[in-house]
Structure formats: C-alpha cells, structure tokens
C-alpha cells in the first residue's frame, strides 16, 4: 500500500467553503474578508475579553527538535480534531509559514498527513499576503532611512555607523548576511554597511504578532529604534514620519486568517516570528479572537520549549495578559534517539538504549515547563519506525516521575488517532491545577533576566559577553529599556547555545555575542553564539524535488 505524502493527502480532499467553516463560529458571512473560496480575513471587532476569560488556552512545545522537526503543527491540529471529536468547541490558532524552510530543509507549518490545515499549497506559499506586507513594511522604512542620509534638507543628522535596522526578505540566502549599500556614486545613496534578516526575524513580524489592535500596532511601528544621530541622540521611526505609511501596507496583514482542517474544524493562521530568532508564537490578536471564539484553544510556539514555551510565556502571555492552562510536550522516539547518540541514519533504527540516554533532553523540558507552574503531558507523536519497546519505556519512565505521556497518532488516523490525547488534556484542566508563573519580572535587570534563562531554562553554569554586548548594554541602560523581556536568539538544536552539544548538556556557559534593540516590539535580543537571523539553504534544498505540471498541480511540497 502506498504512503501518500502530505501534499497528496491534502489534494484529495473535498473543502467546505470558507463561509460554511465560519458558520460553526457563529461568524456573519458579511464580517468575513474572502480571499477566494476557502480563505478569510476576521476582523479585529470579533475579540470579546469576557469570552476570553472563560476559555482554556493549551500551548503546544517540544523536545530539541531533530532538523525536520517533531510535529508540534501536526499535533496541533490533531489535537484540534480529537477535542472537537470528543464534544468540544475547540479550535487551533497556529503561526503561518515562511518561505525559506519550505524550500529549505524543514519544510512549511500546515501539519502533516491526516492532521493537516487546507489549502495547504496556499498556506505554505503565499496564503493571504501577510509576509509580503510585512516585508514591505519593513522595507519601506530601510528606504526612509536611506533616503534620509541623502536629503539635504530634512535630514535628522544619522550617522550611519549606528544604524541597526535591517533589510528583510522571506528566503534563506546567507549571502545577504552582510553587504555594502549605496555604491555607484553620489546619486545611488549613501555607502554604508547593511544588512538582511529573514521576514519572521522582523521587528515588524514582532510588532504585528505583539500588538493588541491597529492603534497599538501603530504606536509601535513609531517606537522602533534605528540608530542615533552624530551627537549621539537616539532615532526613532516616528522621527521619520513612518508609522503610517508602514501601517498602511499592514492595514490588512493584521487581521487573522480562517482556515480549516482536514476535517472540517476551523483554524485561525495569523503572524510567523521563528522561535530562535525571534518571539516564535502566533499574534495575541488572533490568539486572543480564538479565544472569544471557542472553549478550548490550541496554539503552539516554535522549536523547543527552551525557545518558543519561554517566549510564549514570559513575553506573549505576560503582554497579553494571557492565562494558559495546560502545556503538551511534542517528543518523538527519532528525537530522543537523535538525543542518545544516533546518527542521521541511526534515527529511524529502534534502539531502547539510546532513547533512554536521550530522555535526558525530554526530562530537562519537563522541569522548563513546570518552572512555569504547569505540569505538561507528553505527546509521542508515532511514527512508523517505532517500536512499542520504545514507546512503552517512555510511557513508564515518565510515569515514574509523575508525568502523563501519551501516544499521538494524528498524522496517520487524524482526529480519531488523537481522542486519548484530547480527553487527557481535558480532564487535566477540569482539576485546575495548574497556575501559570512567569519566570521573571520584567522590572529586573537586564543581566539579571538573561541569567535567569540561562541557568533555570538551559542549565547553564552562567553568562559570558563579548565586547560589543558590553557597550550594547550600556546603550540599552541609557535609553531606559531595562524594563523590557528578554527576546534570546540562540540555535534550537541544542539546549546550549552550540549546536552540536545534544541531549542535556552540562558544565557550559553560554556567550552573548550582541544584543538588537526591538522597542517597538517591546524587548531586547541576546544573541547567543555564533545564532545568525539569516538562514542559509541547505546543499539539497526541498526545492531540488518540487515539481508543478502545465496543469499547475504542485508536488514535493511539504
């Protein structure tokens, strides 16, 4: 019998029309913006803070994940479809996909075989217009700056050394990492150093994932930092007059999108920041009309819970005064071998004796996550290659230290796979036992805070700097932002900040190289090691095995 890929499963399917999915939300047709037949815009008017009180927000975060990720997307929407299957009105508010790991090496964010949202080619490509808004904005101010340091008569006096805004673009190519701009002459601009960073490591990303509607959107799209002047006077967008302009190119991009699940159950895609580079959680406007929307809430924050779950919690849930119930932990038996020792290959043979080392990297998750005063439940989100030797070591030895794990079969049987999970999650919350702790105060000092990760979070015995962060933090101090959360940029492969350090490292210190200064998203950057926010492509590329016919019917895309 033949294994369908994911593309495939998703193109036998029959989808309901946009209108009918937003039936089930007891939303107007009227309210809806339709991007064709199965895509929407909601608009913001669809929030209810009394509603969002009554629901019960799940996070969904993982082990250090292998390099093709362990399916926190597929149990997303799995889990979607368990609890609606069970008899819950539950819906999944998930981040959309960037282009440069679709044609990379992870592939998109829509989920995996029968647990997967639709139209998947859309979703994974370019959906509703949302990163190309972002990137334009982004952009657009780049060319005010650049335009600025050109003007003769209504220059704000930058010096282009301090500049610390970027250029972006949705796409892995490490060759614009670092460059020389402005060449060809005095009519061709300014020559100075730049630079590009990937769409979802965006301050805009962040800014539009962070606010809580238009008008804060706005005021923050002003706050964003962009260097000083000679005299040494801090920069902002707002000195530029470009808040407007880059809100009006973002005007749409702000409302979240509605689609649906293999089975017909709503999802809500909204906003895309990378977990190791940026904030790694879906918008709180739609997290937030998610919640206004269902009893039971599923969103999911990227790479592991060292990543995405510390973002998600000290930064989105702290912003958005968001109170998460329960937590499930994404592992994968490949993941925790991959942890004990196996090589690439080695991933997919069954051997007990390294999952049994690599549950070391599971468990060091778990205590993460209970930092934050939430117990997880482990998901093992099967796959073909593992054994039931396997499975029920993990089953057991998670038992032995109070932890319910479960097996999660959404990608292969769907909602039904994922009833067991559904109805764990749900009796987890009935006991309220949970009580979401934020792991540190904002008010703290920079150091402080950025320790605090490190030693509770990532087991580190401490905190290096380099030259550069020094004076980085004392520009920080001057400027007032010590208030601010910490935003860490480090390798998702490893709970260390080096890449090749698996499972549970111990006796290491990690390395501040730089900070970036994200006001306007309302936190500061550590970046750790040698962490780039430009990724590079692989040397085969997920593009090497894409093919679309004279029909325009797409293939190889994940």
């Known amino acids: 019998m033949k294994i369908l890929s994911d593309i495939e499963i998703a193109q036998q399917t029959t989808m309901l029309p946009i209108v009918e999915i937003a039936k089930k939300l007891k939303i107007n047709a009227d309210d809806l913006e339709l991007y064709g037949k199965y895509k929407a815009k909601l608009p913001l008017s669809l929030k209810d803070n009394q509603k969002i009180k009554k629901s019960n ?3 969904v975060t993982a082990i250090s994940p292998t390099p093709s990720g362990e399916g926190k997307t597929t149990i997303s ?3 979607n479809e368990g609890l609606n299957k069970i008899g819950k009105k539950a819906i999944a508010v998930i981040r959309e996909p960037s282009l440069g790991p679709v044609f990379g090496i992870k592939g998109g964010a829509a989920g995996g075989g029968y647990s997967q949202v639709v139209p998947m080619e859309d979703i994974n490509l370019h959906f509703t217009g949302d990163f190309s808004a972002i990137e334009k904005a982004n952009n657009l101010l780049s060319a005010l700056i650049d335009n600025n340091l050109q003007s003769k ?15 972006v673009m949705d796409m892995n190519d490490r060759a614009l990492r670092e460059m020389v701009i402005g060449l060809g002459g005095y009519a061709n601009g300014v020559p100075r150093q730049e630079g590009f960073n990937i769409t979802p490591a965006s301050e805009v990303m962040a800014i539009l994932c962070i606010a809580e509607d238009f008008a804060d959107l706005k005021t923050r799209l002003g706050n964003i930092f962009i260097g000083f002047t000679y005299d040494k006077k801090p920069i902002y967008a707002r000195d530029l007059k470009a808040e407007n302009a880059m809100a009006i190119l ?3 991009a702000i409302k979240p999108n509605l689609v649906q699940t293999l089975e017909e159950n709503p999802v809500i895609i909204h906003g895309g920041p990378f977990a190791n580079i940026a904030q790694g959680t879906n918008s709180i406007i739609a997290t937030k009309i998610g919640l206004s929307l269902a009893d039971y809430v599923i969103t999911e924050a990227g790479f592991g819970a060292d990543l995405g779950a510390e973002k998600f919690f000290n930064i989105k849930s702290v912003a958005g005064k968001l109170n998460p119930k329960a937590v499930v932990l994404v592992t994968t038996i490949r993941a925790m071998r991959h942890h004990g020792g196996a090589s690439r290959i080695e991933r997919n043979i069954p051997d007990v004796s390294k999952v049994e080392i690599g549950f070391e990297n599971l468990k060091k998750h778990i205590e993460n996550v209970k930092t934050f005063g939430i117990t997880p439940i482990v998901a093992i989100n099967k796959f073909q290659t593992d054994t039931q ?4 070591f993990v089953i057991k030895i998670c038992k032995k230290i109070d932890i319910k794990a479960v097996v999660a079969e959404g990608w292969e049987k769907g909602g039904e796979g994922m009833k067991e999970l559904a109805k764990t999650l749900v009796s987890c919350i009935d006991k309220e036992k949970n009580k979401f702790i934020p792991l540190y105060d904002w008010n703290s000092p920079i150091i402080e805070k950025i320790e605090k990760i490190a030693k509770e979070i990532y087991g580190a015995d401490g905190v290096d700097f380099s030259k550069i962060a020094k004076s980085h933090l004392k520009i920080i ?3 007032g932002l010590d208030h601010l959360p910490i935003c860490m940029a480090k390798t998702q492969k490893s709970l260390s900040d080096n890449p090749r350090r698996i499972g549970r490292p111990k006796d290491f210190r990690v390395f501040v190289r730089e900070f970036e200064i994200a006001v306007g998203a309302g936190f500061v950057i550590p970046i750790l090691g040698k962490m780039m926010r430009m990724p590079g492509l692989p040397n085969t590329p997920a593009s090497d095995n894409m093919y679309i016919d004279k029909n325009g019917k797409i293939s190889g895309l994940s």
Request: aromatic content about 4%.
């Open 250 to 252: 973002l005007r749409d």
């Open 477 to 479: 101090t001057n400027l």
């Open 153 to 167: 008569t209504n220059s704000l006096n930058i010096d282009p050394r301090s500049i610390d805004w970027k250029r």
């Open 389 to 392: 030797e396997e499975i029920d």
């Open 77 to 79: 929407i799995g889990l």
């Open 57 to 59: 927000l799940i996070l």
